[in-house]
């Protein structure tokens, strides 16, 4: 079953920002239980977006669930209910009498969506740490001596697959792999097409040279240190931070303005969605092994750039690999957004100024109101092990695999 995300963007009413901000507070029991309820969301937020810049105030939802949209809509009214009217009564253009159609209305789309455990549902990592946990207490519980890692394997297998509470594991589940054959392909057609594609790096590269000389260096470049971030944003937003071992972040950003900004975010924004669908499907987005999903949503008629990820590890961890790993792919994309370090030819420089980035990072960082987590002690790369544990229990393994299965519990 895949992964999808659903992004609602209210406009809150003029005199509705501090009721709901309190209703927010005051029901964060009640709409975390409704949430975790449903059974198929992973992740889920609302975030108010304060008033700024000419902007009123909005409040984002943001969910990562499985199924089908008609589907997860009509769960969000039924488990919701009530505590939907108490939120959006105090938007604009709410219909209580039909919250179908206007949570539809309100449905903005995502310009790219990453999912870092493509294929495993709710239930599936449930039910997979279930059998991690129960793998590991019956290696530990055996007398394995004189065994070998294929004997220890056989008989555990036997014992744990024997018990109808894991005779699901005997089916082997299918996850995506990458897609070397259509990326194969598109290699070959380039190369079928040589002209073609050195005519097309050519007006890249021609491209990136105009941005940089008549828009890049005409820009502000963003000189902000986390020192320099006001304490009461920096406090709203450690306030959530931390509370496990997985992390959420919220943030807007204004855009650089102009066609040729907004070409270029969505050329670098459709080579994202192609990598994802083909490429970034075993828990690295940019060799970053932290994300769960993350999102980049346009908003305002493409005048702002909205960002949301559930990611491992804390804050400052998480920054420091996208610096180290995926520093370019962050210039390629928030470098079209204001104050961002200013960049070189679209790749370089940027989020390499490791102090300026940070400071840009926590002063368009935005609090997260409420922040829901099916599972919040598990990393993601647990989560894709326990996929390869149970996929190898079921198998026949040689010594070797069966060394490897081992030693993965």
């Not at 449905?107 to 709710?122: D, L, N």
């Not at 040589?194 to 491209?207: D, G, M, N, R, S």
């Not at 992390?247 to 990598?275: D, E, H, W, Y």
């Not at 997260?368 to 989560?383: E, G, L, P």
Request: aromatic share 12%.
């Amino acid at each position: 079953m895949r992964q999808f995300a659903l992004t609602l963007i209210a406009q809150v009413k003029d005199n509705g920002l501090e009721p709901l901000r309190q209703v927010l507070k005051n029901r964060e029991t009640a709409l975390m239980q409704a949430l975790g309820g449903i059974g198929t969301i992973h992740y889920a937020r609302w975030v108010i977006i304060e008033p700024s810049d000419g902007y009123k105030a909005v409040l984002a939802f943001a969910s990562n669930y499985d199924g089908h949209l008609d589907t997860h809509i009509k769960d969000l009214v039924g488990a919701l209910g009530p505590l939907l009217d108490d939120i959006y009564t105090h938007c604009e253009d709410y219909t209580p009498a039909d919250k179908t159609s206007y949570l539809l209305n309100i449905r903005h789309e995502e310009a790219a969506f990453y999912q870092g455990s493509p294929g495993r549902t709710v239930a599936t990592i449930a039910q997979e740490k279930a059998l991690r946990d129960r793998l590991v207490r019956a290696v530990e519980a055996g007398n394995w001596t004189g065994k070998t890692a294929k004997q220890i394997h056989a008989a555990v297998k036997q014992e744990v697959l024997g018990e109808p509470a894991f005779a699901w594991a005997k089916d082997r589940l299918k996850t995506p792999g990458v897609n070397y054959l259509v990326l194969s392909l598109l290699v070959i057609l380039l190369l079928l097409v040589l002209p073609l594609t050195i005519l097309l790096l050519a007006v890249f590269a021609l491209w990136a040279v105009y941005m940089q000389f008549f828009h890049e260096i005409f820009d502000e470049p963003g000189t902000t240190t986390p020192n320099q971030v006001s304490d009461h944003l920096i406090a709203e937003n450690v306030r959530a931070e931390d509370y496990s071992y997985q992390n959420q972040f919220s943030q807007i950003m204004l855009m650089k303005p102009g066609p040729a900004r907004l070409f270029t975010l969505n050329l670098f924004f459709f080579l994202t969605r192609i990598l994802i669908r083909l490429y970034f499907v075993k828990g690295k987005l940019l060799g970053i092994p932290t994300i769960h999903f993350a999102r980049w949503v346009l908003l305002d008629d493409n005048k702002r750039l909205l960002f949301f990820s559930n990611f491992d590890g804390s804050w400052t961890q998480y920054l420091g690999d996208f610096i180290d790993k995926a520093g370019w792919g962050l210039n390629a994309i928030f470098g079209n957004t204001q104050v961002f370090p200013r960049i070189w030819f679209f790749f370089w420089r940027g989020a390499y100024n490791e102090m300026d980035f940070l400071g840009w990072s926590r002063s368009t960082q935005i609090p997260t109101q409420i922040w829901y987590a099916a599972s919040v002690d598990q990393s993601i790369k647990n989560i894709n092990d326990n996929t390869i544990t149970r996929n190898a229990l079921s198998r026949d393994l040689s010594e070797r695999q069966a060394q490897q299965f081992l030693a993965g519990l």
